[in-house]
Structure formats: C-alpha cells, structure tokens
C-alpha cells in the first residue's frame, strides 16, 4: 500500500475509533488511550494526525461539512433534495458513529464555538440554498422566507433526532421525520405541488415500488 494512502487510512481509522468512545462516552469523559485502542492504531500514529485531544474533537466536527458535500443531490426538486438529505441525516444518526460524534459534540457544545457554529451553519446554508432555489422555481408558497424557513426546519430536525434519541435510542426516528414532514411540506409548498414530494423514508419508496412491481 502506497505511503500516502496508509496516511490517509491512518487518519480515518483515528477519526472513526475517537468518534466511537466519544459516542458512547461523551467527549469530556473519552480518554486518548480509549481513542487509540479503539481505532487499532499507536499512539504515536494519532500524533501524528492530531496535536491533541481538541484537534480531534475539532476534526471530527468538521466532518459534518464533508458529509453534506457528499450525501447532497441538488437536482432539479430542491424541496424534495431537503427530504432527501433529511433522511440521509436519519441513517447517519443510527448507524455512523463519527456522525453521531459529530453531532453530539455539536449539540454538548464540546468542541471550539467557531468550529460549532461552523456545523449549524453548513446545515443552515445548505437548507437555506435549496429553499432559494426551489423559490426560483415557483414552488414555494408565497409567505415562505428561504433564510428563516432554513433555520426553523434545521432547528427542527435537530430537536427531533434529540427527543428520538432519549426516547427511543432513535429507533423511531425515521417515523417522527416521517411525519415531520407531512406537517411542514403543506405549509411551504403551494397546494398543487405537494403531491409532488414524496415524503416517505426511501426504504419504504423502494418496498411499495416492488409491490406494485409485482403486480404489473
């Protein structure tokens, strides 16, 4: 394997073992030599990548922008892209523990304020470049505010995932996002378009797709 890309799994297998404790721990109570024997790495090899415990916590929070680059389709439905990434955040919760670090360092406010408001705002600005497109567009109805309405709905989707979270170990997330939905999309899409938007969890888009497969 070339040098470089044992760096770079180096790094990531850092990141991945750090995201772990702190998930199940907390950041404050996650110890370096818990990060270490999780990732499967020395010591000297996370010093290597990360001056410190902050600078982990500060890169593990930063993840938060590279996963919006990658889990974002910005196509020719921008309300339905914000469904979408929506539901993309929900499986993420459940089942990737550097998102869950991240979020939780978000939301404990554990890591540097710059770096966390960093975190809020990647999520503002990207609901909020959607909404403005899908303005453009004529989708929305006529009251909605792009900027305000971006904050509300990322405010709210995080409120969510955190009553799901100590309710139910976000088991029912995808339910409650479910029916978030039903109630906000009739309120900031015209009337006529809001059939449009398919507000389901996609594995559920995918199962009654089959269905009806089968019986064509």
Not at 56 to 73: D, K, R, T, Y
Not at 96 to 124: C, F, H, V
Not at 141 to 151: D, F, G, H, I, M
Request: one cysteine or more; glycine letters at 6%.
């Amino acid at each position: 394997m070339p040098q470089q890309q044992r760096a770079i799994d180096t790094r990531r297998n850092a990141l991945y073992g750090a995201a772990a404790v702190i998930d199940r721990r907390g950041y404050e109570a996650a110890t370096i030599a818990e990060m270490v024997q999780e990732s499967n790495i020395t010591k000297g090899a996370l010093y290597f990548h990360f001056s410190s415990k902050e600078a982990v916590a500060e890169a593990i929070v930063a993840e938060q922008g590279e996963w919006l680059s990658q889990h974002l389709v910005d196509g020719d439905a921008p309300v339905q892209s914000i469904v979408d990434l929506s539901y993309s955040f929900v499986d993420a919760l459940r089942n990737d523990p550097l998102m869950r670090a991240s979020i939780r360092m978000t939301i404990d406010r554990a890591a540097q304020p710059e770096a966390i408001a960093r975190g809020y705002g990647a999520w503002i600005s990207t609901v909020e470049s959607l909404l403005r497109k899908a303005r453009r567009a004529g989708s929305l109805q006529s009251t909605v505010r792009p900027a305000a309405c971006a904050y509300s709905l990322t405010s709210a989707m995080t409120g969510l995932q955190l009553t799901s979270d100590a309710l139910t170990g976000r088991s029912d997330l995808p339910d409650r996002a479910e029916q978030f939905w039903r109630l906000v999309i009739p309120a900031i899409v015209r009337p006529e378009l809001v059939g449009d938007i398919d507000v389901r969890p996609p594995a559920r888009r995918t199962r009654r797709a089959r269905k009806a497969t089968a019986r064509v």
